[in-house]
């Protein structure tokens, strides 16, 4: 065991604990909260794959404003701040069958795939990520047109957004 | 490499030495120097930040004419840790119905949020906790701990008050994290890097400030905004929410929320300082020794934080919706526009000398200020009209 | 070093806990934490084939970014129509939502 494997195994455990207590808790504010310890886990394994940027990213992104949105969500839409009756619907047993299907079924892919062990290469010093991704996203020969249509349509769905919860007067 | 030029490399390689002098592993010694540092960091920003306490006493004293904390030690020094001692015996009180996890843990992520950031805050050419090349980007990541640590502490109190306040913070450094993102790419446009060293280094001729005067200053009223100062401190408006977020926390959680507000405020300075005012640079004195660097790195910070405060002790309170208002449909436009100018000037100003590039840059801010500051005044002269009718020939002599 | 196999366990597992979430919760805000969680699972392999590949290929990180705008999207509509669910039916339970099954 090396150290690098130690942290993974410690940051996969806890936010593979934290996702299971996003949907089997209770308390829908706990659940976001632990979606949020679950997401800097995340975060954690961006920076342990050298994603530095993607780390960061994650953190602005999903911690600094989708979390904050679950909670305001969660909090303007409930009649009291108790949570009454069952969080899981009856079919639940079946929602978990098919996901351990599902996870089993991705294991016994992963087996028969000759790439499934391969270990990273040493990033040669000097490597820039951040300014070869900065440069790839904005290259009309690279990624410019799948980023431009991403900012398209994270435009239509904010617009769309405020037209829904928008309340008329 | 003497002590005098890299006083924490020695030290940590002194350290080292020691530690696996008594059979350790390498690996592990050095994760424990690191652990140390982190320690000592941490412990020199506490002891910073008590101080802070009476400096911001003493100062908001003298904005408002009176002496400030004088009875306790010479000038009142003593006085802060008369307040700590207070603090630590006082009762802690939990609500009723209080979430008590989620209300315990508000506090120390808050603390947290501001500690984080020195991680990556330069402190002299050789003393920086990570150089990372996303510096500009963690501390928006570190703010949104901050954000979330407000949300938690407004929820879990079980208070009404407290949850409206919570709600008026968030809604603030949400809004006002776009405008000082927005300004984050100003420095970074010029420097050609996000990381904090590489943007203090390309300070060498002209402090971004003299580029960018207009970025500085929306970055100021951002930093404001997000601290949740006045004018922006709406959040705990007294006379209408109590405390805010933080009304039913008391003794050291309080002081933890109280004095996580203060460091914070001198870290933003700093950070201040940093992007726009040339950081440790000062005409080549941080070249001499790091021990300069450090102290001319503090006094920037403790102006940038003098700043703060001096409009904090000014201003009066604004508005929620005024507030609103002010974000997304004046500063949040203006930062768009300003971004999209430095960098079209800086495309068309690469490779002309440095006066001619500072000229430019400088000349460009000032007349999109000025159109700015011209569309408001036109815009509020219609909506004082719209109220109180066209104005009198007569009245205007008055 | 850490074989690749470990992060695509850790990414398949946590995919299954989001696909659990999804499929059994009742309320509409926790079906879409589920998938959130999902989104991630995907994020975090997306990133790992870029390091275990050749790293000058920047497409992992590119479609992770992607994914994060597409995530930013997908919660603004979605708690979007869930409060504004709430605010005509006054429920945020998925069961109860059922005027369509006529």
Do not use: C
Request: glycine share 8%.
């Amino acid at each position: 065991m090396t150290p690098e494997q130690i942290i993974f195994l410690i940051v996969a455990g806890a936010t593979l604990v934290s996702g299971l207590m996003v949907v089997s808790t209770r308390n829908l504010v706990h659940a976001a909260l632990w979606l949020v310890a679950t997401l800097f886990g995340v975060a954690a394994m961006y920076a342990i794959l050298n994603a530095g940027f993607i780390a960061v990213v994650q953190v602005v992104v999903y911690v600094g404003a989708i979390a904050i949105l679950f909670i305001f969500a969660v909090m303007l839409t409930r009649r009291d701040m108790r949570d009454s009756g069952p969080q899981h619907n009856k079919n639940w047993w079946a929602g978990a069958f098919v996901s351990v299907l599902t996870f089993g079924g991705l294991v016994a892919l992963f087996q028969s795939w000759a790439g499934f062990s391969k270990t990273a290469a040493v990033i040669p010093s000097g490597f820039d990520a951040v300014g070869l991704l900065g440069s790839q996203l904005t290259s009309p020969e690279a990624y410019v047109l799948p980023f431009e249509v991403a900012s398209v349509l994270l435009l239509a769905a904010m617009v769309g957004a405020v037209y829904v919860a928008f309340t008329r007067k | 490499m003497n002590f005098w030029n890299d006083p924490l490399k020695v030290a940590a390689e002194w350290l080292e030495g020691i530690f696996t002098g008594w059979g350790l592993d390498a690996v592990f010694a050095h994760v424990l120097v690191v652990f140390l540092g982190v320690l000592l960091l941490i412990t020199v920003l506490m002891v910073l930040d008590i101080f802070l306490v009476w400096i911001e006493r003493k100062i908001v004293a003298r904005f408002q004419d009176r002496i400030g904390p004088n009875r306790v030690g010479p000038y009142g020094l003593i006085q802060p840790f008369a307040d700590i001692i207070k603090l630590i015996i006082k009762e802690d009180t939990t609500p009723d119905g209080a979430d008590k996890v989620v209300y315990n843990l508000a506090p120390i992520l808050s603390m947290m949020s501001v500690l984080i950031l020195w991680a990556i805050v330069p402190i002299a050419p050789v003393m920086l906790g990570v150089d990372l090349n996303v510096g500009v980007l963690f501390m928006i990541a570190a703010g949104a701990i901050g954000t979330l640590s407000i949300i938690m502490a407004g929820w879990s109190s079980n208070n009404k008050f407290a949850l409206i306040g919570g709600f008026r913070q968030v809604a603030m450094m949400v809004a006002f994290e776009i405008p000082m993102l927005t300004m984050l790419l100003i420095p970074t446009i010029f420097a050609g890097s996000m990381n904090m060293n590489a943007i203090i280094q390309g300070q060498g001729s002209l402090w971004y400030f003299v580029l960018s005067p207009l970025g500085a200053l929306i970055f100021l009223i951002a930093i404001i905004a997000e601290l949740g100062r006045a004018p922006f401190d709406l959040a705990e408006g007294e006379s209408e929410l109590v405390a805010g977020f933080n009304t039913e926390y008391s003794g050291m959680k309080f002081g933890m929320f109280y004095a996580g507000e203060l460091l914070h405020a001198m870290t933003f300075g700093g950070i201040w300082g940093i992007l726009f005012f040339g950081g440790y640079r000062f005409f080549g004195l941080e070249q001499v020794s790091p021990f300069l660097a450090i102290a001319i790195f503090l006094f920037k910070a403790l102006v940038g934080y003098w700043v703060i405060m001096w409009v904090k002790y000014t201003m009066m309170r604004i508005r929620i919706d005024q507030m609103l208002t002010f974000n997304w449909m004046f500063l949040t436009p203006l930062s768009f526009v300003l971004l999209m100018v430095t960098a079209f000037m800086n495309a068309l100003l690469a490779g002309t000398p440095t006066w001619v590039y500072g000229i430019g840059m400088f000349l460009s801010n000032v007349v999109v200020g000025w159109i700015a500051m011209e569309l408001v005044r036109s815009y509020s002269r219609r909506e004082r009209e719209k109220i109180e009718g066209p104005k009198k020939v007569a009245e205007a002599h008055h | 070093m850490i074989p690749l196999s470990w992060y695509l366990y850790f990414s398949a597992a946590l995919f299954g806990i989001g696909l659990f979430g999804a499929l059994s919760r009742r309320n509409a805000v926790a079906i879409l934490l589920g998938i959130e969680l999902m989104l991630n699972a995907v994020n975090v392999n997306l990133v790992a084939f870029w390091r275990y590949g050749d790293i000058t290929m920047m497409a992992g990180q590119v479609f992770a970014i992607i994914v994060f705008a597409v995530a930013a999207a997908e919660v603004s509509v979605g708690l979007a129509l869930v409060i504004s669910v709430y605010r005509r039916r006054n429920t945020v339970i998925a069961d109860e939502l059922d005027m369509l099954k006529w």
